[in-house]
């Protein structure tokens, strides 16, 4: 079994402030998938990032980053200098590298509201 | 390259009639998920199909959801006898191959709202 934990429901940060997201993960397989989704108002999923579970570097692209820890099982997501348009509901997912297993596994999202 | 192709992008149905959602994958792409978002919820997986087979449909409910994928035309979901807690996003994602090593590319999904 697997499992996605995202705690928190909602977070509003005042514009051009620095944010992160939370994921937690359960699962007994050693070769997993971790992702990030983005969802905007407008309700299409928009994909942000794949990590395996062999490369745990973090990695940055333009204001987000993710840091990525087996240790603690998590793979958080961080927006620099926030802005508006970062305004959307965020998912964390997982899959596996089992046969038969290839859906992913959504946590309940964190509903991310930027403040201008 | 056009994405994923879902259609009708919102759908009303009213109690008791049949809800038919069609997801067109990503060209070459032979790998369907459809997964359903209740309100304020995640999304939930439903069911896996490759073309004319259904690899995994632990996610779908027992009574009244069918899905298939002819080997031509769109995966189609089907809700017969729709009730009101079955209105929800559907969607649907498509992969080259075998998911993990490809990935699921989503389509905008489907808002079925049941009277």
């Known amino acids: 079994a697997q499992k996605v934990t995202q705690a928190q429901t909602e977070i509003s940060v005042v514009e051009k402030e620095d944010v992160t997201l939370d994921c937690v993960y359960e699962t007994r397989d050693t070769t997993y998938y971790l992702f990030w989704y983005k969802q905007p108002p407008s309700g299409e999923l928009v994909f942000l990032i794949r990590?395996?579970?062999?490369?745990?570097q973090n990695e940055i692209s333009g204001r987000y980053s993710w840091n990525f820890q087996k240790s603690t099982s998590s793979f958080n997501f961080t927006i620099t200098a926030s802005q508006v348009v970062d305004s959307a509901v965020y998912f964390c997912a997982l899959t596996t590298d089992n046969f038969g297993n290839e859906k992913l596994t959504f946590g309940t999202g964190t509903r991310l509201t930027i403040i201008p | 390259n056009a994405g994923v192709m879902q259609n009708p992008r919102h759908l009303v149905r009213r109690r008791g009639q049949e809800a038919r959602l069609r997801c067109s994958p990503m060209?070459?792409?032979?790998?369907v998920y459809w997964y359903r978002q209740l309100p304020e919820e995640g999304l939930k997986f439903m069911v896996y199909l490759q073309k004319e087979n259904i690899i995994d449909e632990s996610g779908m409910p027992k009574e009244r959801f069918s899905a298939e994928f002819p080997k031509e035309g769109p995966s189609i979901l089907r809700i017969q006898q729709v009730v009101r807690g079955d209105s929800a996003a559907y969607f649907c994602a498509s992969s080259l191959k075998r998911a993990p090593y490809n990935e699921q590319f989503f389509g905008p999904g489907t808002r079925l709202t049941v009277l």
């Open positions: 990590r395996n579970s062999f490369d745990e």
């Open positions: 060209k070459g792409h032979s790998h």
